[in-house]
């Protein structure tokens, strides 16, 4: 790398930042050159130069209508737009603490509701109870929304009596991600920027959680606009790890992560840019689920990339997070990146567990799994992340699944995309804000966004173009597969405030394939671990059978 080209990428960013009119420090900018990011300019201009000039950006492949629905393999998913209200939680540490008295998970306790047998009342009661006694420690909730919580319980335990159940989560407590809008609510977006900022309507998730009954006890932290994979936020404190207060919640959905692993929620909403719901699900030891691009609306959610923010569940099974994806799921003409799409979840689940788990191996049969034999990180994996992940892999090899080696050369290639991607986007969206709230955002959240204006517009564009070769590159690659098995994390959860890695996570938000991070024993300290399986777009179906199975 010349000097002469490393100049030419300062003197482009001091450019480009007046260009936009913002009132960028000169600190900033000295940081931003001090870390390297006009190298990674430079670097990534290279890239593009090598991959050649036959490949079309992204935008233009129309890739996300190739998913079944477009070969008329399925109907489009059912989606609501009723309302309801707030309230949760139930925990693994509490579960050691104490005697749960009613079953953990919404599958288990859904025909309990439906029966009458548990009253959504009470089980709002407790959630609002956990919170109360676990928020201090916690730091998971923005906002708790009480009164409103125990108006939606009794109208589910009404309703519920009048033989009006909705489904498996009417009268279950659950949160929301505070980059969700909420009428009447403040979304903060983890923001001083927005902490005054009321808004006048429901995100489509948030519609469609009320329409299916669930009771919304709250809004959960996360780091500043979710511009960050740890839970550190300059303006409203870390979130620590449910496992070990030192170590960090992860993030950005650090407190929907924390809220279900501590027993507060039964489930949560979160949202995914780079890994945003699988990493602390993976750091906190639950499971977290990263649909299809296009599988759920993203309307009323606060932007930080449009062409890879994804909206999905973390919750205390797969069957639980799927509940919750069916539920949001669906078409929204308010937001046109969705899709319809076929069904990927079963009518109704096999109450008998043997039953249950007979289904699930049988459903393995014929599956090849690919196993990327060169995950391309700076390090090696922790030897207890390398035990989980083989121990994953043989786990559905048993059940009747084939582990197929695979070459995904372009990982480091698209882990660059992704991230100036993301910048660029970011960049473009904030840039009215940080030129009258500049001094508003937290240091590190203004020098993300200030070093992404390093980049040109021709870098955007030719990072659209490598992302739609690699795509096809990939979906070449794994033509001869199902699914691909990977860790989540190279390691444990970090210490507190250090950020968790996107290394594994971020390639999937590029390409917009469904993820999901399940647990899979504990490393070192006794910290969680987690496989991650991916999927091609809309076989969320596959993926959910694949999670059981290692799940159990």
């Known amino acids: 790398m010349s000097s002469r080209d490393r100049d030419l990428a300062v003197e482009g960013l001091r450019a480009n930042l007046r260009a936009a009119r913002i009132p960028a420090r000169e600190e900033d900018i000295e940081r931003v050159v001090a870390e390297g990011i006009p190298d990674r300019a430079v670097v990534f201009r290279a ?9 079309i950006p992204d935008f233009l492949s129309g890739w996300s209508l190739a998913g079944p629905e477009a070969r008329g393999e399925g109907k489009p998913a059912a989606g609501a737009t009723e309302r309801t209200a707030p309230a949760s939680r139930t925990g693994r540490d509490r579960a050691r603490r104490e005697p749960a008295p009613w079953p953990p998970t919404i599958a288990e306790l ?3 509701v439906r029966a009458g047998a548990v009253s959504p009342v009470e089980l709002t009661e407790q959630a609002l109870t956990r919170i109360e006694e676990d ?18 319980a009794r109208r589910a335990e009404d309703e519920v009596a009048g033989g009006r159940w909705r ?6 407590p659950v949160a929301v991600k505070d980059l969700l809008a909420m009428k009447d609510t403040v979304t903060t977006s983890g923001s001083k920027v927005l902490a005054s900022h009321v808004t006048d309507h429901d995100a489509a998730a948030v519609e469609r959680l009320r329409a299916a009954g669930a009771v919304i006890v709250g809004k959960t932290r996360l780091s500043e606009f979710a511009y960050w994979p740890g839970s550190t936020n300059p303006h409203y404190g870390p979130t620590p790890n449910p496992r070990d207060p030192t170590r960090d ?3 950005s959905s650090s407190g929907s992560a924390a809220a279900v692993a501590r027993g507060m929620v039964y489930a949560a909403l979160g949202t995914d840019t780079g890994g945003s719901i699988r990493i602390p699900a993976a750091l906190c030891g639950v499971v977290g689920l990263k649909p299809t691009f296009g599988r759920a609306s993203l309307h009323g959610c606060a932007t930080l990339a449009w062409s890879l ?6 919750a205390r099974s797969v069957e639980d997070a799927a509940l919750v994806l069916a539920a949001i799921a669906g078409p929204d003409p308010r937001d046109p ?20 788990a007979r289904r699930r191996h049988a459903g393995l049969s014929g599956l090849r799994v690919g196993v990327p034999r060169d995950l391309h990180l700076g390090a090696p994996l922790q030897d207890a992340v390398a035990r989980s992940w083989a121990r994953a892999n043989r786990a559905l090899e048993q059940a009747g699944a084939t582990l197929v080696q695979i070459d995904l050369d372009e990982i480091h290639m698209l882990r660059q995309v992704t991230v100036l991607t993301l910048g660029v986007e970011a960049a473009a969206h904030h840039a009215p804000m940080l030129r009258t709230h500049y001094d508003d955002y937290g240091q590190f959240c203004r020098g993300r966004l200030v070093a992404a204006f390093t980049f040109s517009a021709q870098d955007f564009l030719g990072a659209q173009r490598l992302r739609h070769w690699i795509r096809g590159r990939w979906d070449a690659a794994c033509r001869r597969v199902d699914l691909l098995s990977l860790p989540c994390q190279p390691g444990v959860a970090p210490l507190l405030d250090m950020p968790a890695s996107t290394d594994l996570t971020n390639l999937f938000n590029a390409l917009g394939w469904p993820a999901i991070s399940v647990p899979c024993g504990d490393g070192e300290h006794g910290l969680p671990l987690a496989v991650q399986l991916v999927a091609k777009p809309w076989d969320e179906a596959r993926l959910l059978r694949a999670a059981r199975v290692v799940e159990t």
């Open 249 to 251: 919640a992860g993030g």
């Open 167 to 172: 489904g498996p989560l009417h009268g279950i």
């Open 110 to 112: 859904a025909p309990l």
């Open 309 to 314: 923010d994804h909206v999905g569940p973390l």
């Open 47 to 55: 890239l593009l130069a090598a991959a050649g000039d036959d490949c």
């Open 337 to 356: 990146r969705t899709r319809p799409a076929p069904p990927f979840l079963a009518a109704s689940s096999p109450q008998d567990p043997a039953e249950g």
């Open 135 to 152: 928020e201090g420690r916690a730091n998971a909730f923005q906002l708790v929304l009480g009164e409103e919580a125990r108006a939606a």
